[in-house]
């Protein structure tokens, strides 16, 4: 496979970033003739900030979206060093916005936990917290429960530093437990795994007999990629090297062995559109109009798809 450095002029580690190109499509390793699987073109996006031009490839077989070139497992780590950077993390701060996507967060935990059937539930795992917010979200829609974020940073995020309910586990210190869990989150991760079916396997082994894996991606048929893959990067290349519909998630989770159901859900989008139409950084105010305009974004999601897939799996 062919590999090149990153060639960038900004003061970072991007430069630091190897690519390969898509050869086929890694989700169906157990066909024999994986020659038959055809990568057809659907999207090119202009990326700034690493100066490259990423192509999005559609399987024939599941219809997933796969980045072209995509960084390679070793070197990825470079793109999300340090949390500074609000293009993929987004630190809680308590303003009013934060608020509500807290009151957001609870209410999709509830009606995650009463989809389920109400199974007992003693402890939680939040993979790839992030900014923490969904791991506080289950401390308190589970205020007796053991919760564990787990992220691939050294230490927690702010929002997590002195809540002794819930206990930060960096990734390397994870992968040497054995810790099984009545509730794992795993939201918006999936995308960014080079190997998803090994990975959602070794997840999967981290359930409790009756546990819930509740899974959350971006949905490739969607309005917001439909319109506003240019405009926004709606597809995050290259931090998302894959880009799920339905028929590709359901297949990813049967071949591990899980029992699923999977719906669409919307996602507030549009106060990235307008801060990347401003060409601006996206900041609170951004949010506030975005929220003004989301009922323009409901009609599109109505008629064009919602913008997440959600996924409860049993086993």
Known sequence: MGEQFLKT???NNLHKVKFEQ??????HKNIENNKSIKLIPFASINDKPTGRTFKILRCSKCGVGLTDPFPTEETVK???EGRESLSNFD??????MDGIKDFFARRDLRKVYSKAGYPKIASVLDFGTGNGRFSIASSKVFPKCKVDAVDFDTYPPPSLVGIKSITYIPLTTFLETSQKYDFILLRHVLEHIHDPLNFLSSLAKRLTSKGILYIEVPNIESASVRYFSQIANALSVPYHLFNFNIPSLQNVISLVGLNYSIKTKGMPFAGCVLAAVLKQDRKPIHQFFGILLHPVQMIMDFIWGKFILAAICKK
């Open 78 to 80: 470079w793109l999300y």
């Open 9 to 11: 002029n900004l003061g």
């Open 91 to 96: 630190p809680i701060h308590g303003t009013i």
């Open 22 to 27: 898509r050869q086929t499509c890694p989700l």
